[in-house]
Nanobody, 120 residues
Framework: QVQLVESGGGLVQAGGSLRLSCGAS????????MGWFRQAPGLQRELVAT???????NSLDSVKGRFTISRDNAKNTVYLQMNSLKPEDTAVYYC??????????????WGQGTLVTVSS
């Protein structure tokens, strides 16, 4: 069974930095793309950033220039470096993985979420 393990959330003051990590394990044939979403209280989940197997990235306009997504293909791990954090970045951050299983099915899985709280 494929699993995602997230880490790196926490409490930080505005202007500070955090780095989120998400590692995938299990019967993965290949990874299509990985990404981070977030959900603040009372709001819908939104895409923060994604990265393809080839390294192409896409990110939310409000985080461009502050957040950087990267991945380590050998470790099946994706990172989100978050700098210049703002109180409006406060949310539960979820890792998302699109992969092909060992039985060649294209599947999607979500992490359990990690809370990021930015104080003003």
């Amino acid at each position: 069974q494929v699993q995602l393990v997230e880490s790196g959330g926490g409490l930080v003051q505005a202007g500070g930095s955090l780095r989120l990590s998400c590692g995938a394990s299990g019967p993965i044939w290949s990874i299509n793309h990985m990404g981070w979403f977030r959900q603040a209280p009372g709001l819908q989940r939104e895409l923060v950033a994604t990265i393809t197997s080839g390294g192409s990235t896409n990110s939310l306009d409000s985080v461009k220039g502050r957040f950087t997504i990267s991945r380590d293909n050998a470790k099946n791990t994706v990172y989100l470096q978050m700098n210049s954090l703002k109180p409006e970045d406060t949310a539960v951050y979820y890792c998302n993985l699109h992969y092909r299983s060992s039985t060649h099915r294209d599947l999607e899985i979500w992490g359990q979420g990690t809370l990021v709280t930015v104080s003003s």
